[in-house]
């Protein structure tokens, strides 16, 4: 019976109409307004993160690296590839030389970090070849005076698929004299999807590093992927150095981006911070709704107390209405943020185009009192240079579950102080008041 009336009472709260009813309706709406962001920003930042992750792994530092000296020969390199390919978790194992070059078109020069890599990287590492998609030409490396140049460089120096270029680098070893001018040709125009990585990198034939770098500039390796990443990496890494004769060092990709990864882990922490403290806001205003109620219904209560309600069935009516307010809030709330959140690329390019009219609006009012005022420039929501070309769509049920269970204790907690004052209120001080 005590449980039927406490939950009576706690329905009369949600259900009633206008009076105290629309306290708890604006305190779902609140938090569910909260948490739409707070949803958002989680999932995109966590999308954000495994995409760029996922592409540095596969396509720039590999999962392990070994560092080797400059002037190991290409032989060498080829026998130690095929000793760590033979060790038990490792995937595939890619002899790379690396540089600097200036590379020069009939449009211009660009300087540029070329990666030597054997001209079947594609067949011998699939990672690698499912991060990059050619926009022109092919990724055929076979020929010594082939090079493959990103989007970003071919726009910056106007060049295509089946363009002559000229790689321009420094071939002596004091450094001095002239530098070596080897004519390329343009293979094919690719893409990653992070502009980092787009920049300013261009590959070319293992075979052509001996012939146009100088031992002191290049940076010789093998890059290593294993069949889990991200699990531990200690026993591969200290098998590869044993196949190697264990004399060299094995770097893992967390240390290799670990500045890089603090820095993005430390973004999503200030920012699921600013957008939690926003729920907390909400998840108190429950408190201040349940409050209200309280003090327009005192005249109610001292009548149940004085006709025999318990405090503690006072207290838990209090105390139910506002958790069914904040998991009517945190329902909504997070069922938005996940609408949001899977469509976020189609949200941000309707916002964009929606300031753009606005802009292009203002551009055409001014322009008509002022033909000689020069057009306002276009809105950009979400800068692609600096992020990858389009957000990934990454759903963590951990994290939503975490910000769920969070919400809904911070409302109960937020019940409970006008919950206990209900279960405190005298029946006679609040009739003889009225």
């Known amino acids: 019976m005590r449980a039927r009336f406490v939950f009576f ?25 909260s948490l739409v962001p707070l949803i958002v920003v989680m ?13 540095l792994l596969e396509v720039g530092t590999y999962h392990l690296q070994l560092a080797l000296p400059p002037d190991t020969t290409v032989e060498r390199l080829d026998q130690l590839a095929e000793a760590i ?20 078109s009939s449009q211009g020069a660009a300087g540029v970090s070329v990666r030597f890599v054997p001209s079947d990287v594609f067949a011998r590492d699939g990672g690698f070849r499912s991060f990059i998609t050619m926009r022109d030409g092919n990724d055929d490396l076979t020929q010594t005076d082939s090079i493959l140049a990103s989007s970003a460089t071919a726009a910056s120096l106007g060049i295509k698929a089946g363009d002559r270029v000229t790689l321009l680098t420094t071939y002596g070893e004091d450094m001095s004299g002239l530098p070596r001018l080897t004519s390329l040709t343009v293979r094919g125009i690719y893409e990653t999807g992070y502009q980092e990585l787009d920049a300013t990198l261009v590959y070319a034939p293992l075979a052509l ?11 010789t390796m093998i890059g290593i992927k294993v069949a889990d990443p991200f699990g531990d990496l200690s026993t ?9 004769g264990g004399s060299v060092r094995v770097a893992t990709w967390r240390e290799i981006e670990f500045a890089r990864l603090g820095s993005f882990a430390t973004t999503k922490a200030l920012l699921l ?8 806001v909400a998840s108190v205003n429950v408190s201040s709704s349940v409050l209200m109620i309280l003090f327009e219904r005192r005249f109610d209560l001292g009548i149940l107390k004085s006709v025999g309600a318990s405090p503690r069935s006072l207290a838990l009516s209090f105390l139910y209405a506002g958790f069914a307010t904040g998991l009517l809030g945190t329902v909504l709330g997070i069922a938005a943020g996940l609408l949001v959140a899977v469509n976020i690329n189609e949200v941000m390019a309707g916002l964009e185009w929606i300031v753009n009219q606005g802009i292009a609006l203002a551009s055409l009012v001014r322009t008509s009192f002022n033909p000689t005022a020069e057009p306002l420039g276009s809105f950009t929501l979400f800068n692609s240079a600096y992020y990858l070309k389009q957000i990934p769509i990454r759903i963590n049920p951990g994290e939503v579950i975490a ?15 006008p919950a206990a004052r ?7 001080e609040v009739l003889r008041k009225v």
Request: hydrophobic share 55%; proline share 2%; net charge positive.
């Open 403 to 417: 910000a769920a269970v969070a919400t809904l204790a911070l409302s109960a907690v937020a019940s409970y102080i």
């Open 85 to 104: 390919g033979a060790v038990s978790g490792v995937v595939a194992a890619v002899p790379e030389r690396q540089g600097t070059a200036l590379l020069v």
């Open 43 to 55: 999932e995109v930042s966590t999308g954000m993160i495994e995409g760029i992750t996922a592409r």
């Open 9 to 33: 009472l706690s329905r009369r709260m949600l259900r009633g109409k206008g009076g105290t009813a629309r306290y708890l309706r604006g305190a779902v709406l609140g938090i569910a307004v």
């Open 236 to 244: 591969v890494s200290q098998a590869v150095a044993d196949a190697t």
């Open 209 to 219: 590093a001996d012939r146009v770098l100088s031992s002191r500039t290049v940076r």
């Open 422 to 428: 209900a279960a405190r209120t005298r029946p006679l």
């Open 273 to 280: 911070l600013i957008m939690a403290l926003v729920v907390v």
